[in-house]
């Protein structure tokens, strides 16, 4: 008898897991082979080959992602760039135009500004919050619209159903980075995205050891970023393909408590007379708590904040917190502090990081799974030295 597998943790420990169980094993094996016998598959890209991430723990990851947003296909990628790059690869040529989201990962942003550059891509940089505007950034070969769900670090949340909209009126490949939401909370295919994209290193896999991506959405554009991936090689090896596949199965549970965590942490924070600006959905002040609580289930883990003293009294906060650690990532179990202009965004130039609103003393946290009253004690002493 099949099993009734429709709600999202039923998805996360059941969805494409091999039937029947190899050997019985519960957990999914390593199948640490990078190559695999012949069985006259018919072309390059089905031949079993590890860098054609086609090996048992790669089809596994594919099917479960899928089944995590509702889409077609899915593909896991060496990390969350080598998704971004490849998908953007895959969709522009030379001669092509972009439109992206004027407030974007810093990695994303140096990436489309001086890599697609290089290649002759074109770009321009619209406002999310102004659908209106986008009309008159458009050419005769703008190919895609690139946007995130939430955007790193300010947490600004655009107009995502116009986005959609508006790219399929100009026939446009609707892509968004949908890291900081993660499935559970949001899963941009339902609302009619060509290609959702995560950095795997963060929420997806939740335990801040390994670097991962993926691509999720139409299965004919999947393809293609796939033929793409194996042409450049920015293959997930099997070991971190199973240290992804066993960190998803915990990923409802996880995101839900940070996100209880990361509200409270905002709202205490919003209080506080030497926090100055706060940037974070799910509170009611935000300018796009609305829309926020419109597209998702949960407003996630992270939040960005600046303090009255500026860059100095943001160095003195992260040195006098004890339980986080200063690193730069997210979606682990592990609270992680930072400043995104020395971090993240350090690759933009202080002009850029202006215009896109980043301030050098922005504080981003992104909290984990400790006990919220702990750390909120932490930040109320260490605002003390601020």
């Known amino acids: 008898?099949?099993?009734?597998?429709?709600?999202?943790?039923?998805?996360?420990?059941?969805?494409?897991?091999?039937?029947?169980?190899?050997?019985?094993?519960?957990?999914?094996?390593?199948?640490?082979?990078?190559?695999?016998?012949?069985?006259?598959?018919?072309?390059?890209?089905?031949?079993?080959?590890?860098?054609?991430?086609?090996?048992?723990?790669?089809?596994?990851?594919?099917a479960k992602l899928a089944a995590l947003e509702n889409a077609e296909a899915a593909l896991v990628t060496g990390s969350g760039m080598a998704a971004i790059s490849t998908t953007l690869l895959t969709v522009l040529q030379p001669g092509e135009h972009l439109l992206a989201q004027d407030c974007l990962y810093g990695g994303a942003y140096d990436f489309i500004t001086q890599d697609l550059s290089a290649l002759g891509v074109e770009v321009d940089f619209v406002n999310g919050d102004d659908p209106t505007s986008w009309r008159e950034m458009l050419r005769p070969k703008t190919r895609a619209i690139y946007v995130e769900a939430m955007s790193n670090p300010l947490l600004q949340v655009s107009d995502l159903r116009a986005a959609v909209e508006f790219a399929l009126e100009h026939q446009l490949i609707s892509i968004i980075d949908n890291t900081f939401a993660s499935p559970v909370n949001f899963r941009p295919p339902e609302i009619g995205f060509d290609l959702s994209l995560h950095s795997a290193t963060k929420y997806l896999n939740g335990h801040d050891d390994i670097v991962a991506g993926a691509v999720i959405g139409r299965a004919d554009l999947v393809k293609r970023v796939t033929h793409k991936l194996n042409h450049l090689g920015g293959v997930l090896d099997p070991h971190a393909c199973y240290l992804l596949h066993r960190g998803l199965k915990t990923l409802g549970v996880r995101v839900r408590h940070q996100g209880e965590s990361a509200l409270k942490i905002a709202r205490f924070l919003e209080q506080h007379p030497k926090v100055t600006r706060i940037n974070y959905p799910g509170l009611e002040s935000h300018p796009h708590h609305l829309r926020a609580?419109?597209?998702?289930?949960?407003?996630?883990?992270?939040?960005?904040?600046?303090?009255?003293?500026?860059?100095?009294?943001?160095?003195?906060?992260?040195?006098?917190?004890t339980i986080p650690t200063c690193a730069p990532s997210l979606g682990g179990v592990e609270t992680l502090i930072m400043r995104p202009a020395v971090t993240s965004h350090v690759g933009m130039s202080s002009d850029e990081r202006a215009r896109a609103g980043i301030n050098d003393g922005l504080v981003r946290l992104a909290v984990g799974l400790e006990t919220s009253d702990d750390l909120i004690e932490d930040f109320e002493h260490a605002l003390r030295f601020c």
């Not at 012949?38 to 079993?48: A, F, L, Q, V």
């Not at 609580?293 to 992270?302: H, P, Q, S, W």
């Not at 939040?303 to 100095?312: C, D, H, M, Q």
């Open 1 to 62: 008898m099949a099993r009734l597998i429709k709600g999202i943790d039923s998805k996360l420990v059941h969805a494409g897991e091999p039937e029947p169980l190899i050997c019985g094993a519960v957990t999914m094996p390593i199948f640490q082979s990078s190559t695999f016998e012949y069985h006259g598959e018919d072309s390059y890209h089905t031949i079993r080959y590890i860098r054609l991430n086609n090996t048992p723990n790669h089809v596994v990851l594919h």
């Open 293 to 321: 609580c419109d597209l998702f289930d949960g407003f996630g883990g992270v939040l960005s904040f600046e303090l009255a003293g500026g860059t100095e009294a943001a160095d003195r906060f992260i040195k006098h917190a």
